[in-house]
């Protein structure tokens, strides 16, 4: 049962618009959620959280908003580049262990 | 100098043969993480260790081993490789409470 999903396997976007990744949980005793960016022949690097007790998180050009009651999650990017083709992946974890639960991830491209 | 850092970066083995992925860390956390992602499917946790001492299963740990030799080092050992251990492997390091995870730079195994 996949309990963090990703049904988006992929999106495209103009670059300086917004992009839109979206994340959706099953699991109620999440409480810590993560994007992850990966490029080809690299590893997953940290993005962004947000804990369960907030609902929004910025930082720069990304975004992360937590709608608790939905159980889902998006990250926000705006302006988009074309640097930030990459595939994201979204995780959650809950409070009784640091496992982190990954998505299938989405693969974004920036088009200039 | 990378903080994770992972050995071999490409390795193709014949089935039937042990092979062992390492990893190494200088970021002084003490929980480590060994991840296969598969296309499609995003990372799947395969083994974890809070502590020199403390070694666990994750969801697919079937097939494969860990040891831990030092807070810095953890190595993946698949006894007999199939060609379904064929993927992308990465270790990963977090410190404490519920935090990021930091990634290496991956393993490509290929199995015969």
């Known amino acids: 049962d996949q309990q963090v999903k990703q049904n988006s396997p992929s999106l495209s976007v103009q670059e300086g618009r917004i992009s839109i990744l979206n994340c959706d949980y099953t699991?109620?005793?999440?409480?810590?959620f993560l994007w992850y960016k990966k490029y080809p022949a690299e590893g997953p690097t940290f993005l962004i959280s947000i804990s369960s007790i907030k609902d929004k998180n910025e930082d720069g050009r990304f975004t992360v908003f937590l709608n608790k009651s939905a159980k889902h999650l998006s990250l926000h990017i705006v302006p988009s580049q074309p640097g930030d083709s990459a595939v994201y992946f979204c995780a959650a974890s809950d409070g009784s262990n640091y496992k982190l639960t990954f998505g299938k991830g989405t693969l974004l491209t920036v088009n200039p | 100098d990378a903080d994770v850092t992972q050995t071999p970066r490409n390795r193709i083995t014949k089935t039937g043969k042990r092979i062992m992925l390492e990893c190494s860390q200088t970021?002084?956390?003490?929980?480590m993480y060994w991840y296969r992602q598969d296309p499609g499917l995003g990372l799947r946790l395969i083994y974890y260790?809070?502590?020199?001492?403390?070694?666990n299963k994750g969801e697919i740990s079937d097939g494969y081993s860990v040891s831990r030799q030092a807070q810095a080092k953890f190595s993946l050992s698949l006894e007999s490789a199939i060609p379904n251990q064929t993927a992308l492997y990465f270790c990963a390091t977090s410190g404490g409470g519920p935090s990021e995870q930091y990634f290496g730079p991956g393993t490509r195994l290929t199995v015969t």
């Open positions: 970021k002084g956390h003490d929980r």
């Open positions: 699991n109620s005793m999440f409480d810590y």
């Open positions: 260790s809070f502590d020199v001492k403390d070694i």
